[in-house]
């Protein structure tokens, strides 16, 4: 079992910077590739960031170049740095390590942590 645990939430003005951490226990993490999502009120949840285990990135087309997801891995922690936040950026944000595409192993979720962009 792996347990992901989200901080950096909060309450932004537009055009501000938050940066999310998750923090992930077991050994696993540095071997793993790790997705941010997020869910706004009435939506479903959507893909933000994803990075794999060797450090290749993929983004929403809605956070490229302003969004940066990052790893470190001798500390179990994948990062969110978002700049430049909308209002529409508001959303819980939740970490997930992702199935294994050949084991089917993994599918963890953290609690989520609240982003709130306004003015």
């Known amino acids: 079992q792996v347990q992901l645990v989200e901080s950096g939430g909060g309450l932004v003005q537009p055009g501000g910077s938050l940066r999310l951490s998750c923090a992930a226990s077991?050994?696993?993490?540095?071997?793993?590739?790790m997705v941010w999502y997020r869910q706004a009120p009435g939506k479903q949840r959507e893909l933000v960031a994803a990075?794999?285990?060797?450090?290749?990135?993929n983004y929403a087309d809605s956070v490229k170049g302003r969004f940066t997801i990052s790893r470190d891995n001798a500390k179990n922690t994948v990062y969110l740095q978002m700049n430049s936040l909308k209002p529409e950026d508001t959303a819980v944000y939740y970490c997930?390590?992702?199935?294994?595409?050949?084991?089917?192993?993994?599918?963890?979720w953290g609690q989520g942590t609240q982003v709130t962009v306004s003015s």
């Open positions: 077991g050994n696993i993490f540095s071997i793993s590739a």
């Open positions: 997930n390590l992702p199935p294994d595409p050949s084991t089917g192993w993994g599918g963890f």
């Open positions: 990075i794999t285990s060797g450090g290749n990135t």
